[in-house]
């Protein structure tokens, strides 16, 4: 049922657009690129190049963002038993706002080397601070990983702050990115990070067993046969490896790493079994539903897709932590 809502909401978002194509002629023009299919749709050319050049890449570039995000945020909640952790815990979202911050200012605005620069900022920041975590807290210390993922984060932030009070004139480049948007999403995008997202997403299904047994406590785990360090590392590598493949092409996207996995927990189980894939299908359509609300709610202008998101997501944040404290016995 999980995967047909994804559909559905795929053909809805591709439909639903300012050209005004109706239903059946966007059917039509899917239909028609179908493989080892021999169908021709009867749209013009422009109704055609409309679906399958402009909405269709958008579409599908925001579920693998959605699905990445997701992901990470569940990996991350599971790898340091932290409900309220998500993919920029530690430290992504400061190193690869880093990375573009400095690709705009030193090219006067071009975009050209900005995903790629967003990329090895990211995974740059996350390296350090395994590394950080790992040297002044043990590798088994989760967290030490998660206080070295705010210093980091931190110290990136402060040289970004300090590059934009140099280079004023670039702060709208800048801060367009960091709000998030799809708005410029090709197929060329699409192909660029899908081979990072596929090899994540295995990678992550592939220990939603281990994650867990990491739920039972790091000596447990570790009595039952489990190298908690070996998983936690692979874990954490795997998502960074899909969250910064994610934010290089779409900016800071907030909130999905903890609504949707939580979301998800709610409505079945706390198994990883189930939540990880069920997290990245309901990650893929969540953001997919978010960016449709962010180019249709002020059309012609677009809302920054990140806005979307935080306006979402602050609410449920709070209430997780309303639910949590209620747990506890605190209210």
């Excluded at 210390?141 to 590059?163: I, K, P, Y």
């Excluded at 990115?177 to 410029?184: D, E, M, Q, Y």
């Excluded at 779409?250 to 999905?256: D, E, H, Q, R």
């Excluded at 997780?320 to 209210?331: I, K, P, T, Y």
Aim: proline share 4%.
């Amino acid at each position: 049922m999980t995967g047909l809502g994804l559909v559905i909401v795929v053909f809805v978002s591709t439909a639903i657009g300012p050209a005004g194509l109706s239903l059946s002629t966007v059917a039509g023009i899917l239909y028609s690129h179908v493989p080892f299919i021999d169908y021709h749709s009867n749209a013009s050319a422009i109704n055609q190049a409309i679906v399958w050049d402009i909405r269709l890449p958008r579409v599908i570039l925001g579920g693998i963002v959605g699905a990445m995000l997701a992901a990470g945020g569940a990996s991350y909640q599971g790898v340091f038993r932290n409900a309220l952790a998500d993919p920029y815990l530690l430290g992504i979202a400061a190193g690869a706002g880093l990375g573009a911050t400095i690709v705009i200012v030193a090219s006067s605005g071009s975009t050209t080397w900005l995903p790629a620069a967003a990329f090895i900022g990211g995974a740059a920041a996350v390296t350090l601070t395994y590394l950080v975590g790992a040297k002044f807290g043990g590798r088994s210390s989760g967290t030490s990983v998660v206080l070295a993922g705010v210093a980091v984060a931190a110290l990136f932030t402060a040289v970004q702050t300090s590059l934009l009070q140099q280079h004023a004139p670039d702060l709208q480049s800048v801060y367009s990115w960091i709000l998030g948007s799809l708005a410029a999403a090709t197929w060329s995008n699409v192909w660029l990070i899908l081979p990072y997202a596929i090899v994540s997403a295995v990678v992550l299904l592939m220990h939603r067993r281990l994650l867990d047994v990491l739920r039972l406590g790091e000596e447990e785990a570790a009595s039952l046969g489990v190298n908690t360090r070996r998983v936690r590392l692979v874990v954490v590598a795997a998502a960074t490896l899909g969250t910064a493949a994610a934010v290089s092409v779409s900016g800071l996207i907030g909130f999905v790493g903890i609504i949707v996995p939580h979301m998800v927990r709610l409505t079945t189980n706390a198994s990883y079994r189930v939540v990880m894939p069920v997290s990245i299908v309901g990650g893929a359509a969540f953001l997919i539903l978010a960016d449709l609300a962010a180019h249709t709610i002020e059309s012609p202008a677009e809302v920054p897709l990140g806005v979307v998101t935080a306006l979402v997501g602050a609410p449920f944040f709070i209430f997780v932590l309303r639910s949590r404290r209620a747990q506890r016995g605190v209210l």
